[in-house]
């Protein structure tokens, strides 16, 4: 019983200080309220949404000089970045509707690339949103950003990048050149390997060159070789168009021969048939002149009678 009656003294309490809480609370709110509200004037004007908007709009908008560059800004980009064994050409011009781009990209022997058209202004318009260069940019920013893109040397290549916008009247250009000392350096270490590796190669060298000589001899060799024979079948062929030529020349001139044996023959056989007919024509007149005088002396003899 003293138990439930505990119970029911500390629910009451309990229920009295959370009433008394809750009204304090209430009135706290009320008068901080009351306290916060401007006191009404004739110069207070209330600030509109559209203002407010604004406001909000400049504050989390970056300036257009701090904006990442896009390619509707451009007006024309020209990439050149040239070292060894590293060949980047990049180009873009922009002449009201008509887009003119083009990439060339050459770095080692796995890089290598050739865009033209609507292909190299998608490239051109991925690399600005990979580089993301601003108009504020310095020197230094700018070159960071592409040797760091295009995981090239600063010391082995030579850059030159101009930029045209079309809100900007002045051009953005940045031209970086090559170390020459570090050039002069790998030309040095070169001519040394070179030099190595000629000494090195220098009996072999003085072996190639006898198995050359030797192959030189066996070759002019042969050719000479092959120049004799040659010229045995071309005397050969001479020899057999000379027979040959004689040949036909004798045989044509039997032939000729022939025939003017022939033609002697014929003309002695057609002179002798004529003096055969001359012959019997002869005797035909010596015939006739013996009958008509047989005939005269019948008619003298019955002239007699």
């Given amino acids: 019983m003293k138990k439930k ?23 706290y709110d009320s008068s901080a309220t009351k306290e916060d509200k401007p006191a009404a004037s004739d110069s207070y004007v209330v600030p509109s949404k559209t203002a407010e908007a604004e406001v909000k709009a400049a504050t989390a908008q970056p300036s257009a000089s701090e904006a990442p560059i896009q390619l509707e800004q451009l007006k024309a980009l020209d990439l050149k970045m040239e070292g060894n064994n590293v060949k980047i050409r990049i180009e873009l ?48 920013q700018v070159m960071d950003a592409l040797f760091k893109h295009f995981a090239v040397e600063p010391a082995k290549v030579e850059l030159n990048i101009d930029i045209k916008m079309k809100d900007r009247p002045a051009e953005l250009k940045f031209k970086e050149e090559k170390d020459d000392d570090d050039d002069n350096d790998d030309n040095d270490d070169a001519k040394v390997q070179a030099v190595q590796s000629a000494v090195q190669t220098v009996p072999s060298t003085v072996q190639t060159v006898q198995d ?6 066996a070759t002019n060799d042969q050719l000479a070789k092959q120049e004799q024979k040659k010229t045995l079948i071309a005397q050969k062929k001479a020899l057999q168009q ?35 007919e001359d012959d019997d024509d002869q005797g035909e007149d010596h015939g006739d002149d013996g009958h008509h005088g047989g005939h005269h002396e019948h008619e003298e003899h019955n002239k007699e009678d």
């Fill in 5 to 27: 009656i505990s119970y029911m003294l500390i629910g009451a309490l309990s229920t009295v200080i959370l009433s008394y809480g809750v009204v304090a609370y209430a009135d």
């Fill in 93 to 140: 011009e922009k002449e009201e509707s008509k887009t003119e781009s083009k990439v060339e990209i050459k770095i080692g022997e796995d890089q290598k690339k050739y865009l033209t058209g609507s292909e190299a202004t998608q490239f051109i318009q991925q690399l600005l949103a990979a580089l993301k260069l601003q108009a504020n940019m310095d020197k230094q």
């Fill in 212 to 217: 050359n000589e030797k192959a030189q001899l």
């Fill in 242 to 276: 000379a027979w040959q030529k004689a040949h036909k020349e004798e045989q044509a001139k039997k032939k000729q021969q022939k025939q003017l044996v022939r033609s002697d023959r014929d003309h002695a056989q057609n002179k002798s048939q004529k003096d055969d």
